[in-house]
């Protein structure tokens, strides 16, 4: 039976809250049981990082951001969405450096990028998944 681990917290978006994040997604992956020191780890707290700063910076309509990291027995998914109504396109994600590293490394970890319209039609998440290699627990 696959495992699914979750965490989700919301975030004032200020800029402090990166580091807040980048930390909380530290304990988070830690608890998930990903080794500290790998490439993986490190991908996760860059990305959570660019993520939430994209979202301080852009996401002006909006009071907070949620967070939240799934792992399951083959993906670590990050999402982090906000409640402002503008859409990230795929221009918009190719063009800002910080959200091209965010690619870059999804795709160095056999994952991708997707943007996806809130639930209730406010807002929208950036959706960042990771194939975890083989072996991790």
């Known amino acids: 039976m696959a495992v699914e681990r979750r965490h989700t917290w ?14 909380r997604t530290e304990r988070s992956l830690v608890l998930f049981g990903l080794a500290a020191g790998s490439s993986l780890f490190g991908a996760a707290l860059l990305v959570v990082s660019e993520l939430v700063a994209n979202a301080v910076r852009h996401a002006g309509r909006s009071p907070h951001a949620e967070v939240t990291l799934t792992m399951t027995d083959h993906l670590l998914v990050i999402d982090v969405g906000d409640l402002d109504p503008r859409p990230v396109t795929p221009a918009v994600l190719a063009s800002g450096q910080g ?20 639930p209730a039609g406010h807002g929208k998440s950036v959706v960042v998944r990771f194939v975890l290699p083989e072996g991790t627990p």
């Open 99 to 118: 959200l091209r590293a965010v690619g870059e490394l999804a795709r160095l970890h056999a994952g991708d990028v997707r943007v996806e319209a809130a």
């Open 10 to 23: 919301t975030v004032p978006l200020v800029p402090g809250s990166v580091r807040a994040a980048r930390e």
